[in-house]
């Protein structure tokens, strides 16, 4: 029974790493337990033995476990070349990735970060820490979701495109109401409110 609880262990460890990367932010044990349907021990079994995993292959990632809530961070030894890296990011031109970002900003928002995760299918952590430092985007806690924020473009944005209003953007009006990108983002509230249902009963 116990050599069986300990494959179960193994086999959560790259879906916590999977769900931890994805999400950018600190993640709590309980959220994962509930995902994963596991038990609150195997879970924090499984973040300890990810650690280790991480200590061993001398990654440039480490896992940082505390407070009940777990995140992939940049190992402490990398402090000084991803300094480096940031600063090269912001003297120089936006990413495609970053571009990309404030195009979903610009015609959909205010939005979250989750939203924009789902339009774009990759994690935008990055993207968004660079926007923001940059002073294109602002971020506010949600009006209806305090644990939630929301981000927005700023008056930076129009100087640095040169309009005045949102409504001057290539297609606006096409865009802001795109059918595609409603269902997507349709389709992950349904998620949520099915994830919730489940929970409730």
């Known amino acids: 029974m116990e050599r069986e609880n300990e494959k179960n262990i193994e086999k959560l460890i790259p879906s916590i790493e999977a769900i931890v990367f ?14 994963l349907d596991e038990t609150l021990e195997n879970i924090q079994k499984a973040i300890e033995n990810l650690k ?8 440039g ?11 992939i961070v940049t190992n402490k030894e990398q402090s000084e070349i991803i300094q480096k890296f940031t600063k090269k990011e912001l003297e120089g031109d936006l990413s495609k990735a970053a571009l990309e970002v404030l195009a979903i ?17 990759v994690n935008c952590s990055f ?6 430092l940059r002073g294109l985007i602002s ?14 473009i700023t ?33 992950e509230q349904e998620d949520k ?9």
Do not use: C, W
Request: proline share 5%.
């Open 155 to 187: 008056p930076d944005f129009y100087r640095f495109l040169g309009i005045s209003d949102k409504e001057e953007l290539p297609d606006y009006k096409k865009l802001v109401g795109d059918y595609r990108i409603d269902a997507i983002l349709r389709g």
């Open 127 to 132: 993207s968004l820490r660079n926007l923001l």
């Open 52 to 59: 280790i995993e991480y200590e061993n292959r001398n990654s």
């Open 139 to 152: 971020k506010k806690p949600h009006p209806t979701d305090f644990r939630t924020q929301i981000y927005a």
């Open 22 to 35: 994805m999400h950018g932010v600190p993640v709590k044990e309980t959220r994962l337990a509930e995902i």
């Open 61 to 71: 990632l480490s896992i940082l476990h505390t407070d009940k809530e777990v995140q």
């Open 105 to 121: 900003i610009a015609y959909r928002g205010p939005i979250t970060k989750s939203d924009i995760e789902t339009i774009r299918g």
């Open 193 to 201: 409110k099915m994830s919730n249902s489940k929970s409730i009963i």
